[in-house]
């Protein structure tokens, strides 16, 4: 069992920047895959980058070259440091880890003004 919760979320101009921490209640080097999933107004929830246990990252291509997801196993923690935000990219982001079932955090509002 393991709690996720993200925390850094708030509201930023068009071109600014935030970074999202995802604070695991145990460690977290077992955790294979994690990732940061987002649910833009009105939309379904969707794939935003996953990084593995040995660092190797993806991305959607809406973020590629300007999110960067992390994660540093010493602190528990991931992270998603998110550049030249647009207001495309407004949303609820979502924490997630697989370890043998699905675990998500209770989500942090993003809101992105032009």
């Known amino acids: 069992q393991v709690h996720l919760v993200e925390i850094g979320g708030g509201s930023v101009q068009a071109g600014g920047s935030l970074r999202l921490s995802c604070v695991a209640s145990r460690s977290i080097v077992s955790i294979n895959t994690m990732a940061w999933y987002r649910q833009p107004p009105g939309n379904q929830r969707e794939l935003v980058a996953t990084i593995d246990s040995s660092g190797g990252t993806n991305y959607a291509n809406s973020v590629k070259g300007r999110f960067t997801i992390s994660r540093d196993n010493a602190d528990n923690t991931m992270y998603l440091l998110m550049n030249s935000l647009k207001p495309e990219d407004t949303a609820v982001y979502y924490c997630?880890?697989?370890?043998?079932?699905?675990?998500w955090g209770q989500g942090t509002q993003v809101t992105v003004s032009s």
């Open positions: 997630y880890g697989w370890s043998y079932r699905d675990y």
